[in-house]
Antibody, heavy 118, light 109 residues
Framework: QVQLVQSGAEVKNPGASVKVSCKAS????????IHWVRQAPGQGLEWMGG????????NYAQKFQGRVAMPRDTSITTAYMELSGLTFDDTAVYYC???????????WGQGTVVTVSS | QTVVTQEPSRTVSPGGTVTLTCGSS?????????PNWFQHKPGQAPRALIY???NKHSWTPARFSGSLLGGKAALTLSGVQPEDEAEYYC?????????FGGGTKLTVL
């Protein structure tokens, strides 16, 4: 069965970086895009960007460009989201979600809580 | 900056019907925006309901349907159940990327 399993909760200081992982199983990793979405406390869902694991091509929301990276390691079928220059506003639950090209979003990771605190 | 607009909240009685809409600041929403709909309950990951305007996933209950209505994407719930109380989000494609709507909090009572 398809599963996206994310890494555990993180607590970071302002200015630090965080790296969240998303381990995929139960399907061909390179056949689907992986997107990252976050939800800050009391806020809605926000699309951050995505990666094509087949070629490593990425597409980031303008808001995060220069501060986010979304690499992947096909040998271990894992996608990552790295966010640098953390501020208190980056406190959120971060999710990975799978897309079959053409707008077919389906399976989500369980979410990773990232807390930015001094 | 592109804005995707949803009703902030809606209330429906059990067994009733409700339509949630999703509009775009750029104009009419068409199938080219590849509308997706998600259900999100507190403490859980979002759940995909509808993709490409009107297509259901294998797990999507039959009472949920997607369409285009009056220049917007729409999600209709027919025969609402208490467990449908949740936040509902639409997601639209803009070529350079994707944008979520602000979400609609659906209350069933």
């Amino acid at each position: 069965q398809v599963q996206l399993v994310q890494s555990g909760a993180e607590v970071k200081n302002p200015g630090a970086s965080v790296k969240v992982s998303c381990k995929a199983s139960g399907y061909t990793f390179t056949g689907y895009l992986i997107h990252w979405v976050r939800q800050a406390p009391g806020q809605g869902l926000e699309w951050m960007g995505g990666i094509d694991p087949n070629n490593g091509g990425t597409n980031y929301a303008q808001k995060f460009q220069g501060r986010v990276a979304m690499p992947r390691d096909t040998s271990i079928t894992t996608a990552y989201m790295e966010l640098s220059g953390l501020t208190f506003d980056d406190t959120a639950v971060y999710y990975c979600v799978r897309e079959l090209v053409g707008g077919f979003f389906d399976y989500w990771g369980q979410g990773t809580v990232v807390t930015v605190s001094s | 900056q592109t804005v995707v607009t949803q009703e902030p909240s809606r209330t429906v009685s059990p067994g009733g019907t409700v339509t949630l809409t999703c509009g775009s600041s750029t104009g009419a929403v068409t199938s080219g925006y590849l509308p997706n709909w998600f259900q999100h309950k507190p403490g859980q990951a979002p759940r995909a309901l509808i993709y490409s305007t009107s297509n259901k996933h294998s797990w999507t209950p039959a009472r949920f349907s997607g369409s285009l209505l009056g220049g917007k994407a729409a999600l209709t719930l027919s025969g609402v159940q208490p467990e449908d109380e949740a936040e509902y989000y639409c997601l639209l494609y803009y070529g350079a990327g994707w944008v979520f709507g602000g979400g609609t909090k659906l209350t069933v009572l």
